[in-house]
T-cell receptor
Framework: QKEVEQNSGPLSVPEGAIASLNCTYS??????FFWYRQYSGKSPELIMS????GDKEDGRFTAQLNKASQYVSLLIRDSQPSDSATYLC???????????FGKGTMLLVSP | EAQVTQNPRYLITVTGKKLTVTCSQN?????MSWYRQDPGLGLRQIYY???????DKGDVPEGYKVSRKEKRNFPLILESPSPNQTSLYFC?????????????FGPGTRLTVT
């Protein structure tokens, strides 16, 4: 069974701080990874995708991938209370047919 | 507006009474999928479809059926619902397979089976 593991949290950070969210995956041949944000009672929305080792930046968000360590992370700079949500890490299988999601990490940003 | 729609949004039913949750997308996406989300278990895939008439099981297909007769629609059928199928259900679609795999999620259907 392919797995994606995340700490459930909550991860609490003050406004303006950097939030660091982490994820590990078990399927060594996974090539594509995604971070989704889900507000309470809402559907998930994609915020970042990453396919190559290293960093990928998009505004206040930076995704990091280390395939050797099977590790994906998401950094949120200048965290805002509106960033308070559950962040879901997902890995695509090698056949590009299914996404496996982690259980999510709840982030709380306090004003 | 590009979107994935689900109906109904909320449903309370009784054990054994067949039900269908509809899903429709207006983006001409090839790929569609159903997930259920439960506290402590996260999002788990039920079924997916890569194109019309092509469906396959996800991680938790037991007790569910799907069909894909048209590209835009992907209904989820519970022929004999049981209380353990009480959950939040999401339909999602994606333009195609491959590395660019942005899934667009519907608003969700909260199902309670008593």
């Amino acid at each position: 069974q392919k797995e994606v593991e995340q700490n459930s949290g909550p991860l609490s950070v003050p406004e303006g701080a950097i939030a660091s969210l982490n994820c590990t995956y078990s399927d060594r041949v996974s090539q594509s990874f995604f971070w989704y944000r889900q507000y309470s009672g809402k559907s998930p929305e994609l915020i970042m995708s990453i396919y190559s080792n290293g960093d990928k930046e998009d505004g206040r968000f930076t995704a990091q991938l280390n395939k050797a360590s099977q590790y994906v992370s998401l950094l949120i700079r200048d965290s805002q209370p509106s960033d308070s949500a559950t962040y879901l890490c997902a890995a695509m299988n090698s056949g590009y047919s299914t996404l496996t999601f982690g259980k999510g990490t709840m982030l709380l940003v306090s004003p | 507006e590009a979107q994935v729609t689900q109906n109904p949004r909320y449903l309370i039913t009784v054990t054994g009474k067949k039900l269908t949750v509809t899903c429709s997308q207006n983006m001409n996406h090839e790929y569609m999928s159903w997930y259920r989300q439960d506290p402590g278990l996260g999002l788990r895939q039920i079924y997916y479809s890569m194109n019309v008439e092509v469906t396959d099981k996800g991680d938790v297909p037991e007790g569910y059926k799907v069909s894909r007769k048209e590209k835009r629609n992907f209904p989820l059928i519970l022929e004999s619902p049981s209380p353990n199928q009480t959950s939040l259900y999401f339909c999602a679609s994606s333009p195609d397979l491959g590395s660019s795999y942005e899934q667009y999620f519907g608003p969700g259907t909260r199902l309670t089976v008593t």
